[in-house]
Every structure is written in C-alpha cells, then in structure tokens.
C-alpha cells in the first residue's frame, strides 16, 4: 500500500535524479498506489516526494491551511482537460512530515496518552522541576454516576491550568479527589435493592454496600476524565472514605470543638422529610414554579396595651392580622412579631370586617383591602380608626383560634417590612430562624409538632396527628381555621421554596436536637479571610462574602448511616454528651487504622479510652449515631491533603469549580479552615459557569439536549451524524469559551471549534514539513533576517504576551483567540503565503530558504508550546515528528518562554502598509481572473500610484532588495511592480481599483509581457532566459538552483504530462 511506495520506488531506480524510464516505471507504480490506497483509506501519497525517493508516508498537503501540493494527474480523468505539469515540478522544495494532516483522535490520542504513561513523564515533572511547587486542590465530585459535560468542562480547564505550569517549570502534584460519603450515595444503593432486601439492613451493610458502589463509580470516572487527557496522580487520589482522610477530618472538628465552635442544641434547621435528615444551606435547591398556599389570619385579642385601649372601646372586637405561606406551621403559633418602628392602622369594614377593628401595616392597608375583595377603582376602601407605633402593640395578647393558647405580641426585628402580607409576623420559634431568635429573646418555647417523616405530631392536636404538614396536614389545618372564622383569605403564592438537592422534594424548618458550628463565632474571622484571597471573577468575593455575612450556624450533623460519626458518647441517664481531647483522639487512632467502620463494627468499651472503659462496662455510656454534613467531608480536604501531603503546599494556589461553590465547597472549605486554623485555605479562587445547550437551556434527558462528553471525543453510533472529535477539540471548546459564565455546547457549537482545530493543525503541519531538512547549524542571525521575518518574529513575540498573560490570569479564551488570529491572520493569509516561492524555488541552502526556516523553526517551538496547555495531544504529536533532533522526550519537559524580538517602528509601518497595499491588490486581480485578464496571481504586472507621500516612502525601500525577499512583487505574489508619478497611467489600463482603497494608491494590474520560468511560474524579461542553454526555459535564479542541485536538461516533450499545480 501507501506506506511501501516510497521503498518500491527506489528499488525501480526513481532516484532524484534517475532515469526518464525508470522515473516513468517508479510514477505508474505510484499512481497504482496510490489509487489503492484512496480505495483502502490509508492516505494518499505525496508523488513529488516519491519521485525524490524521499520517505513521505503522508496525504499531501491540503485544507484550510497554505495548499502546498502540485497534483499529478497520471490518466485523464473523464469529462476534464488534461493540464500540463511542469517537467520540473520534482526539483521543487516540497513539504515532507510524518505529521498527519487528519488527527485521527481515537487511535492517535490514546497512543500518545500512553506514550506519557508509559515514560512516567507527568511523575517525572511533578518531582524533577527545579520551580516551585504549584498546588491547584481539587474540589472532588460526587462518586453516584457517570461524568456529565459540566464535569469534563471543569477538570479540563483544571488541567490547562496545571499544564502552563508544568511548562513554567513549577513542581505541579495534581491529587484528584472524590466525594464518596452521604446521601445520594446511600440513597443510590438502597434503589437498587427490592424492597425485602432493605429491611433489616444494619448500618455495617448499608456502609459496605455504599463503599462498593463509590469505589466501583471512582474507577469508571477515573478512566474518562484519563481520556480527557488529564494529568493527575491517578495511582494516588484522595477519597473522603479512606481512613487517613475520615481520621484528618476528625482532626478538624476536635480543633474547632477545642476552640469553643462546636456545640449541640435545639433549634429549627433544614430538614428533608423525603431523607428523614437536616439539610445544611449548600444541600437546598430553589427550583422555579413552586406554589404554597397562602393565608391571611386573625388573631382575636385577649389582652390590650395601654396604647391600644382606645381602640377596644367601640364594641368591636381588636384583632391583628398575619400572612403566611406555610399554613401548617399554624399549630405550632406561638406569638405575633411587629416591626417597633413601623407605622401600623387600625381598620374596619361594614361587611368585609363585621364588629372587628383589625391591625394592618399602614403600608399595607390597599393591599388588605384587595385581598378582602374590596374594588379600589369603585371607590371601595378599608376604613382607618386610628394608627399607632409598633412598640404599641408590645404587651397585647391574643387568643389563638385552634388550640385557644393566650400568646403575646412581641417586637421583632428589620426582617418585618411591608413589601408583602400584613406587616405582622406570625412566629413559630420551631419552624423558622427569625421566629426562632425572636422565640429566644421572649423566652418561647421551642415547639415543633412535626416528626422525621414529616408528619404532625400528638402536640399538634388530635385533628391533625399523623397527617403529612406538606399534604394532606395543610389542607386540615386551613380548614380548621376556615370552621374557626379565623380565615380573611387563601390564595395560591408563587415564590422560592427550598428543596432537597437529592429527592428534589420539599424540605420543611423543624427544630430538632442537632450539633452546629457556631459560625458567629469566628464570622469576622472569616470576612477578614476573603479579603486575602483574589477572587476570579471579582464578583465572586461579593458572592462568597454575602454568604458568610448572611450566614446562621452550620448544622454539621446528619441522620445517617454512611458518612464520618460524629465522635460524641451520651449519658445513658442524663443524655449529657462526652467530647474531649481525649475521646476524640482515641476515635481519630482507631479510624486511621480502622476506617469509620470501627464506630459501627466496636463497642463502646473499645471505642472509649482506658480511663472510662469500666464506665462503659457498666453501661454509662451510648455512642452517638449522627454522621458529618458531608459538606463538613469536603470541606476539611484541606486538611487531609493539601496540609497532610508532603507533594503539596497549604494553603493551596487555587481552587477551581463552578460558581455554585460559593455556597458549598469553597465556602465550608474556607469556614472549617479559618475556624481551625485561622486562615483561608487558598489563594486563589476562580470559578466557571453551567453548561447549557446551544439555545441556552438547561441540559435534560427529557428534553434530549444533553451533550455527552464521550460522544464528542469517541463519537456515537453513527459515526456520520456524531463524528469522533478527540479530546483535543473538546478542550479547545473549554478553552475557548468565557467559563466565567454559563457557557454552551451543541452539534454546530462543536463543528466550528473542530474547523478552528483543523486551521491550526494544517498551518502548523505546514510549518513543520517545510523543516524536513533544516539543522541547527542552518540557523540565520536575527539581526541578518529579511524584514518580513523579523517582522512575524515581531508579531509572535506580541502575540506571546497577550497569550501569557491570557493563562496567568485564567483567561484562557483571551489566548486561544490570540493564537487562532496569528495562526491565521498572520501566518496563513499573509506570512506563510508569501513564503512558498522562498521555500519551493531556491537551492535547498539558499539564504531565501534559510533564513525563512529560521524563521519557521522558531514559530513552531513556541507555538506548539503554547498550545500545549489547551492541546497537548496535537502539541505531542508534534513534538514526536520534530524532524530535527529534541533534547526532550516530551514537549512538556520544554520550557515556556515568551519570546522578545524587537523590530524598527518603521519596519512595522511598512509592514502595516504592505497588509493593507496586498488587499487593494488582490480585489483588483480579482476583478482580472473575473475578466479572463489573467489567470495566476504570478502572470500580473501591477502599476501603483501612490501620491501619499508616507505611504509611499514606506513602500520605496520594497522596490528591490538584496536579499531577494523584502521585494513587493514578492510579497503581492505578482511577476512585477512598477510606481508611477503619472494617475492617468493607472487609469488607462483596463482594469484598474475603483473608490477609495485601504492606503489611498490607484492600482492597476495587466498581464505580464515578459516570458514565465517554467520552473517558478513567474515572468520575467525575455532578454534574461536562454542564457544556459540547458535550461532555456528557466529563469536565471532557478538556473542557479538547478546547476546547484546537479540537474540534467529534459526536454520538455520528454517530461511526464500531468496537471499544473497551483499552489
């Protein structure tokens, strides 16, 4: 096939410079080749380069890149004219790299994937860098299922990130992590049971089971987030379940017990009735669309302050009315909050209001009245008695309409406005926070009526015993209030209600016995931590801060069985906790030896140290049953890896995770630090957005826009609808995206990022097989380059420090636009363009070649190390068909450098002015080949007028040049160029620039009078062939490289026919 071409050919004798017949014999078994291989898909064959005898096993060079190949055409294809082939096409400086022009991803990557392992080059750098050490901790995902595009997004960026500094040369140890305790894991394992199979299951068999399951999910993920190509230590992650960890976090909490942070108590937390556990902040979800009942309520008054007696006095009854979206909280009413400084009207109504004088916020009084199904817009109104203060209303009772408890009107606090209800807060200290500080300071009881199910209690009242608060205990209790007369109205409310993150079912405040972190305690702490950290995007601070101000204590115990125990033994008399030093201590040794497992699988007598061991004998002691929020899991990584792990620094260089994280890990993470260890756990931390569709929309199974990163990089089943892209476009995606908002994903979104990987990947394969025969002994001096190079050296060392600082400051956009617009505004449309006839024509050692391989190789060692970060597949592979010798085995052992060339401003002027001059010229050789003027670029003779008298100083030092490279005709691709002081030699040429051009010139093109080389294809005076009669038809620089290259004279009628060539 293809790959045996080049050997084949030589054995026939198609040397460089072999035979006509053995040429001839060498290019049929070539076409025969390569025709098999069009038929087999192995690639075509570069005949040019076979016909050196060179060992090309590569398509030839083609695509959105400098098309680089002439075509041999060896049989008239049907229905198309045979064109002529130059019969010295094979002396030409043609292309030749083993680099694939296709990536072929699903073969190439896991090859070169391997390749790294295989040398051990990720442990090597992590250990041999002379930097410093650079640690990004890793924010572990949930071990319950398989990897999702918002998860690939992360470690990838995550990745870019340890890249660029592996190339800095820092000491870079990337611990992966996972989260394996709680829950949806629990929760996962128990679904998967039949429903005879969970009864009876101890703790120890729930733990194993949910063990297996996080483990067996760690090892799946693990092997997709390889295929991303992350480098992490894989042989060594850190799993919230392994012992040295449970026993790092214990570490944390008996810290923070020592220093006064950790307490128990009675009071309202989040609770999920559908988990039957407290739910700290972070675990709540708020979806849209949810709607509760709401009422309005009237409290008859018992009592009256001496402020409200004058309003008790005309045989109407006083009454304050409440508002409330959680009508079931009702029997549990304790009291009734007003704002002390509010304004609050007494009011009454003939028959919306019969004999009752009722309190309202004056605020609020229209607002009453539409509720009562009065019309303002007729005139209907509530009327107004009196007014009074808040602090009036303080010392007046009421009676409450279900269970007649006598309660009183209390001051509350800034959280009682008039934005909504009535201005008077019904308050249940057992079912909210506000209630429940407001119930403290009057010294209410803590009643909660409501069970782990969710379900009212006895307290509640015989009526309402048993029923569920969320159903059926709502619907009775706004009944028993209707019977009651109490009920002024029920209305659906639509608003925000939190959720279960898990169940995604409504949670419930219920006050119950809970261990908390007493966050007031070390709040100010904390504020004064976020300002040391910086903060990406800015906003972030803002976000995080707000929490943390915000923020009530943290209730850091759960009702489950798989997760850390909360160390506490309790009186079995008195139920008074043991926590110590000294306890505590003990647990942490027997769970770094053990696991958490210890605390189910001993007694208290094993789990107790020796001084209470007897007490335990005897019965004295019960160890608790409480598990860790498994945010309080997450959040102490800190501790057991970052500060535990001799590879890594704490406080880390940077965490990195979504924007949600402010109210989860980053925040959990930076309050267990500070309240141990009295600092932030990092320095750095910069977050990304949601992944949504390409309409902007959530991602759904149901609506079936969910983009599975494994079908990116493998594609589907169809490989003709779902092609396989390769991880190195689904990281170009992630780079290439604003990841500090929410940032889409979809079908076309994916086909463009895979059109802008195929540009750079064509423009660096032709920059790389232009090399095949450069040596580092073939280098030219910067300072002895042509312009135009060092000009592009120029560009690339601007383009360098835009892409630095791109990665420095997590911009990765910023530099992968910075990149694609050089490869291709620069390199391709400009400078690799007008290098060909430099690389293609001279002798191979000719300073035109040279000079511009100088210049090649110097683009192609930065470049591909500044993609390396984004894609380091296609930067590898690059690296492994250097066709020059590599002190590396692997780009990443290279060094990042911004380069720093300099050139004259008047350079860059002339430059500039060449750029926008090439433009005006090519829309007039345009509008020539529209007109069959001309054809090629190369048959045009431009005239320029130019009466700008910079631009046209600027462009005076490129009418000829020494070097034969700083020339315009080369630069415009053109056979000449010709200045003219006279306008009207322009004008009369046939065609011609019309309207105003980019620098003002009057331009107009002919075709050439002179004759074409028929090696180079440009035209030049007739005087100046025929000077070597053996090649008369060339010009007198190709002669030259011909008599360099040792060529013998073939007359054309003996040159093998195929197609001419553009290139």
Known sequence: GADHTPLLARRMGARRWGSAMALACA????????????????????????????????????????????????AEKKGRKQKEESKYGDTINLPITDFQQRANSPKREPEIQKMWEDNGIYKKLATENPGPTFTLHDGPPYANGKLHIGHALNKILKDVINRYNILCKKKVNFVPGWDCHGLPIELKVLQSMKSKERQGLTPIQIRKKARDFAVETVNEQREAFKRYGIWADWDHPYLTLQPEYEAAQIEVFAEMLKNGHIYRGRKPVHWSPSSRTAL?????????????????????MKKVSEGMKKFAENGNQLAVAIWTTTPWTMPANLAVAVNGDLEYSIVTHQEKLPNTNLVVATGLIESMASKLGLDSEKGEKLDIIGEVKGTDLEGCTYEHPLNKRENPVVIGGDYITTEAGTGLVHTAPGHGQEDYQTGLKYGLELLSPVDDAGRFTEEAGERFKGKNVLGEGNEEVILALSETGALLKEEAYNHKYPYDWRTKKPTIFRATSQWFASVQGFRDDALDAIETVNWVPAVGKNRIRSFCESRGDWCISRQRAWGVPIPVFYDTVSGEPLMNDETISHVRDLV??????????????????????????????????????????????????????????????????GSDQHRGWFQSSLLTSVASKGNAPYKNVVTHGFVLDEKGLKMSKSIGNVVDPVEVIEGGSNKKTKPAFGADVLRLWASSVDFTADVSIGDSIIKQVADSYRKLRNTLRYIIGNLHDFKDEDAVEYDKLPKIDQHILFRLSETMKEVDAGYQSYNFASAMQALTRFCVTDLSNFYLDISKDRLYIPKPDHFRRRSCQTTMKILLDTLSKALAPVLPHLAEDLHLNLPYPSPYGSIFEGEWKVPSYETEPSVENMMST??????????????????????????????????????????????TSENDVDELKYLLLVSDVKFTTDKSAVDELEIKSVGETETGCAIGVKKSSGQRCERCWLHFPHEEFNQDERFADACPRCVEALDALGAAATPLSAAPQASAATA
């Not at 064959?45 to 083609?62: I, K, L, N």
């Not at 007028?945 to 631009?951: A, G, K, L, T």
């Open 27 to 74: 290019m049929a078994f070539a076409f025969f080749a390569l025709s098999c291989a069009q038929i087999l898909g192995k690639g075509v064959v570069d005949v040019g380069a076979v016909r050196r005898g060179a060992s090309v096993r590569q398509r030839p060079f083609s695509g959105s890149g400098p098309t680089i190949r002439r075509t041999l055409v060896l």
């Open 280 to 300: 700290a902040e972070a675990e709540l979800e708020y979806p849209e669309g949810h709607t509760s009942r709401s009422i309005y309520v009237k409290f008859d």
């Open 592 to 657: 770094r030896e053990k696991g958490t497992d210890a605390w189910w699988e001993m007694s208290e007598e094993e789990l107790l140290p020796e001084k209470y061991k007897q007490e335990a004998i005897d019965g004295k002691w019960r160890k608790g049953t409480d598990t860790m929020d498994v945010w309080f899991d997450s959040g102490t990584s800190w501790n057991g890896v970052a500060n535990t792990r001799e590879e890594l620094e704490y406080p880390a260089d940077i965490y990195f995770e």
């Open 914 to 959: 060449v750029k926008m001059l090439r433009n005006d010229v090519n829309k007039v050789l345009e509008s020539a080949r529209q007109e069959k003027v001309l054809g090629a670029s190369s048959e045009a003779e431009v005239l320029i007028y130019c009466d700008n008298s910079d631009v046209r100083s600027s462009l005076a030092r490129l009418e």
